[in-house]
């Protein structure tokens, strides 16, 4: 099964920018579908940024034109880069993958492996 370890969270100022770096293993094939969610206290997980195999990205409004997802297929690591953030930005943030798919969608239940989560704090 696959295992996903994201890095990378931590605290800034609004406006500020951070790098989120998801590293998946225990899967030798190439995942079709990964992604970023978040999730603050007391709300719902949200679907931020999604991407496919052959780059097909999909962003939530909230954060389009803001994040970019990435992902580099060699080191089996996706990356969102958050710039512009927000205090409405604050949460903790998980990155997931699809096994089966290849859509990029931002719906939670699309998505079986998740990773423990990275905490974001925007001041």
């Known amino acids: 099964h696959v295992q996903l370890v994201e890095s990378g969270g931590g605290s800034v100022q609004a406006g500020g920018s951070l790098r989120l770096t998801c590293t998946a293993s225990?899967?030798?094939?190439?995942?079709?579908?990964m992604a970023w969610f978040r999730q603050a206290p007391g709300k719902e997980r949200e679907g931020l940024a999604s991407i496919t195999n052959d780059g097909k990205a999909n962003y939530a409004e909230s954060v389009e034109g803001r994040f970019t997802i990435t992902k580099d297929y060699s080191l089996h690591t996706l990356y969102l880069q958050a710039d512009g953030l927000k205090p409405e930005d604050a949460a903790t943030f998980y990155c997931a993958a699809d096994l089966v798919t290849d859509v990029p969608s931002l719906v939670e239940t699309q998505f079986y492996y998740w990773g423990q989560g990275t905490q974001v704090t925007v001041s």
């Open positions: 225990g899967y030798e094939r190439t995942v079709p579908c």
